[in-house]
């Protein structure tokens, strides 16, 4: 009887490739967009490129062995893990270096495939662990296995770029089959190849989120600048992140393969199929842009305020996962989300630098507390974001409807010390107790004088309460409140 072994791969480098500069057009190919729409495209079509390989490389594997599909253990967020006879290893071991070799010139260096294998013998967590020591030494000294983490290659692909933005960035708009060949086993192809799969959500298909905001006429996607003109208030544009917190640390207490691979389809499953039923309604169709849906993560772009509320109703929806699909895991590793929501500062900022700017702030909010958002300046659990969002309420009705002009909600403004992630932030040196708190008092009430109207009364007071909360002897202000702040005036300053 053959022996089976446990082949599992991974993409290294994603955030160095897709921060990697555009190298432009070539000569003999100009393209007609505007240079935003083009880098855009491209960063988009590198998205979908790392995405798709880690479905479509165990996929072309198997069927160039001539094996079941049914082998396939678990595949996409940028890993994938097959089930092979031993004596299949040498031939897996060819493929995978042809691969490896295209994707590093392909990425000029900064995209990576490695991978490792092992006996399926003993238990899952000896197999786990026997699979992470050898793709820990794979990763350490790769010219051991053929393996080559040479930054400067890729010159051979000159024309990647334009490959990412028309064929990956505009052709996957409409085309829903996606193909490979052994010629160039990293260049994927849409709509035909020596294999194809149909990008769908069918057990058999490729799993790939792929909603773009388009112009009024349907006939092209939007950039980024058209996004954020679509949004109320400030017209500025945005990049969103989210992530499940800790989700390594569940995968490692499973007991057995078929978790392993439940667990991976489960949340691979809600990341995409609810991000397409989400940008499907009328709140986010015309204002959101999917760049990708991971195995644990996702990242899309588009409109500021269409981007807060589309964080709200997923981070609510993957509280009820957790609670329904995840309630025979015990712990709450891979039960909470932490998001993070990077704003425009002005023409200057471009849609690469925006992602790593919200990679970093989720990077600080997961660091800080699990289960937060990072926006505005401020981390805030979950809890205290419905809070703000009802503080933003306030402070907008008493902007619009009671006198308090926009000047009002810049003036206390000015009591926080801080420079937030807000093209109407104010900077100031440090943050710290307010140090007198009648201050805000007498400027709210200076704005906002004594009335016999009790509704503005009783807004007055609340505003107050909170934005430096109940306790009159530590009078601090409330991060929730420098985040409402930051939301009305983004709703009321054109």
């Known amino acids: 009887?053959?022996?089976?072994?446990?082949?599992?791969?991974?993409?290294?480098?994603?955030?160095?490739?897709?921060?990697?500069?555009?190298?432009?057009?070539?000569?003999?190919?100009?393209?007609?967009?505007?240079?935003q729409s083009n880098d855009e495209r491209l960063f988009a079509g590198r998205c979908a490129w790392v995405s798709l390989l880690s479905d479509v490389l165990p996929r072309a594997l198997l069927s160039e062995l001539g094996l079941s599909k049914i082998l396939l253990g678990s595949s996409g967020g940028g890993q994938f893990l097959v089930v092979l006879p031993q004596e299949s290893e040498p031939q897996a071991e060819t493929f995978l270096q042809?691969?490896?070799?295209?994707?590093?010139?392909?990425?000029?260096?900064?995209?990576?495939?490695?991978?490792?294998?092992?006996?399926?013998?003993?238990?899952?967590?000896?197999?786990?662990?026997?699979?992470?020591?050898?793709?820990?030494l794979r990763r350490g000294t790769p010219g051991s296995f053929g393996l080559s983490f040479d930054s400067g290659a890729g010159s051979e692909y000159q024309d990647?770029?334009?490959?990412?933005?028309?064929?990956?960035?505009?052709?996957?708009?409409?085309?829903?089959?996606?193909?490979?060949?052994?010629?160039?086993?990293?260049?994927?192809?849409l709509g035909s190849g020596k294999y194809s799969w149909t990008i769908g959500s069918e057990p058999d298909q490729i799993l790939l989120t792929r909603h773009v905001a388009l112009s009024d006429d349907g006939s092209r996607p939007v950039d980024a600048n058209e996004l954020g003109a679509r949004a109320e208030g400030t017209k500025t544009w945005g990049v969103l992140r989210g992530d499940a917190d800790n989700l390594d640390v569940r995968f490692r207490r499973v007991t057995s393969i078929e978790e392993h691979v439940q667990l991976s389809v489960l949340y691979k499953q809600f990341f995409a199929g609810e991000l397409e039923v989400l940008c499907s309604l009328p709140d986010f169709w015309r204002k959101v842009t999917i760049l990708y849906s991971g195995g644990d993560d996702f990242a899309a772009y588009g409109a500021w305020d269409a981007l807060i509320q589309l964080a709200r109703e997923l981070q609510r929806l993957f509280r009820r996962f957790g609670e329904e699909s995840l309630k025979d895991f015990p712990g709450g590793e891979g039960k909470t989300l932490t998001?993070?929501?990077?704003?425009?500062?002005?023409?200057?900022?471009?849609?690469?630098?925006?992602?790593?700017?919200?990679?970093?702030?989720?990077?600080?909010?997961?660091?800080?507390?699990?289960?937060?958002?990072?926006?505005?300046?401020?981390?805030?659990?979950?809890?205290?974001?419905?809070?703000?969002?009802?503080?933003?309420?306030?402070?907008?009705?008493?902007?619009?409807?009671?006198?308090?002009?926009t000047q009002f909600l810049k003036e206390l403004s000015s009591f926080y010390r801080d420079e937030v992630f807000s093209p109407v932030s104010v900077s100031r040196k440090k943050e710290g107790e307010l140090e007198k708190p009648w201050r805000l008092h007498r400027r709210v009430l200076r704005v906002l004088p004594p009335t016999r109207d009790r509704e503005v009364d009783r807004l007055r007071s609340s505003l107050i309460v909170e934005l430096v909360g109940k306790n009159a002897s530590q009078v601090k202000l409330r991060p929730a409140g420098r985040v409402a702040l930051e939301w009305a005036r983004l709703l009321t300053e054109a």
């Open 160 to 189: 990647a770029d334009e490959y990412f933005r028309q064929e990956l960035g505009n052709g996957l708009i409409e085309q829903r089959v996606v193909g490979w060949s052994p010629e160039a086993p990293a260049r994927l192809t």
């Open 98 to 136: 042809a691969a490896a070799a295209q994707i590093q010139a392909m990425s000029a260096g900064r995209l990576h495939l490695i991978w490792a294998t092992t006996e399926n013998l003993g238990d899952w967590a000896v197999v786990r662990r026997r699979l992470r020591e050898a793709m820990a």
């Open 339 to 405: 998001m993070s929501l990077a704003i425009s500062q002005g023409p200057e900022s471009t849609l690469a630098g925006l992602f790593q700017q919200a990679g970093e702030m989720m990077e600080q909010a997961k660091s800080s507390s699990r289960d937060s958002f990072a926006l505005l300046g401020r981390i805030l659990e979950w809890r205290h974001v419905n809070g703000a969002s009802e503080l933003k309420d306030t402070m907008v009705r008493v902007a619009e409807e009671f006198g308090g002009n």
């Open 1 to 35: 009887m053959s022996i089976q072994i446990f082949l599992q791969g991974r993409l290294l480098g994603m955030p160095e490739f897709l921060a990697l500069p555009a190298r432009g057009p070539r000569p003999d190919a100009p393209s007609q967009a505007s240079p």
